[in-house]
T-cell receptor, first 116, second 113 residues
Framework: DAGITQSPRHKVTETGTPVTLRCHQT?????MYWYRQDPGHGLRLIHY???????DKGEVSDGYSVSRSKTEDFLLTLESATSSQTSVYFC???????????????FGSGTRLTVV | KNQVEQSPQSLIILEGKNCTLQ??????????LRWYKQDTGRGPVSLTI?????NTKSNGRYTATLDADTKQSSLHITASQLSDSASYIC????????????FGTGTRLKVLA
């Protein structure tokens, strides 16, 4: 997806280990978001950022932390991974909270994380 | 409570047929509504966006409608193709605050040859 890259694309990790997922953007958008997607659920917000060093919790933030030290990077950390955190994680970026532009809210390709 | 409900959950149609997906929402105050297409293993990709004053928006064979009075939207796919097989997600944005997006759980469409 143009302008937004997630890494890694796939990861398998053991329960109790720390894991960091990276979202990198080249659009210079102010807002960045981390979601998880599970069967039977819509995309659920974990954390979001509204500027460098400015972050806030979403609806499923327990067990996750984030950091944004520069505009282009938003990191999601699982301090001690659990099996319930097995999911597909998506990063999204937007220029404003409710941008009306067709491409004003775009998603990365996702990271498939498996905790065994 | 702000909610977005989509129906049906899944749908199977034959190639060349038309179909309509539904989205009902209770988000207030309303800002805009987006439809996304998500292919398996990929991130969602925007199809259309509509604001309060718009009631129809087209993108090729995809036509979205919005009735702000009844808080309903539909996505109509014309002359379906195998490549239309995907999940379609309705997302409603609310005005105010720093986070505003409410996601539906999606409709999974399968187009058969």
């Amino acid at each position: 997806d143009a302008g937004i890259t997630q890494s890694p694309r796939h990861k398998v990790t053991e329960t109790g280990t720390p894991v960091t997922l990276r979202c990198h953007q080249t659009e210079n958008h102010r807002y960045m978001y981390w979601y998880r997607q599970d069967p039977g659920h819509g995309l659920r917000l974990i954390h979001y950022s509204y500027g460098v060093k400015d972050t806030d919790k979403g609806e499923v933030s327990d067990g996750y932390s984030v950091s944004r030290s520069k505009t282009e990077d938003f990191l999601l950390t699982l301090e001690s991974a659990t099996s319930s955190q097995t999911s597909v994680y998506f990063c999204a970026i937007s220029e404003s909270p409710d941008s009306p532009r067709p491409n004003g809210y775009t998603f990365g390709s996702g990271t498939r994380l498996t905790v065994v | 409570k702000n909610q977005v409900e989509q129906s049906p959950q899944s749908l199977i149609i034959l190639e060349g047929k038309n179909c309509t997906l539904q989205c009902n929402y209770t988000v207030s105050p309303f800002s805009n509504l987006r439809w996304y297409k998500q292919d398996t293993g990929r991130g969602p990709v925007s199809l259309t966006i509509m604001t309060f004053s718009e009631n129809t928006k087209s993108n090729g064979r995809y036509t979205a409608t919005l009735d702000a009075d009844t808080k309903q939207s539909s996505l109509h796919i014309t002359a379906s193709q195998l490549s239309d097989s995907a999940s379609y997600i309705c997302v409603v944005s609310a005005r105010g605050g720093t986070y505003k997006y409410i996601f539906g759980t999606g409709t999974r469409l399968k187009v058969l040859a």
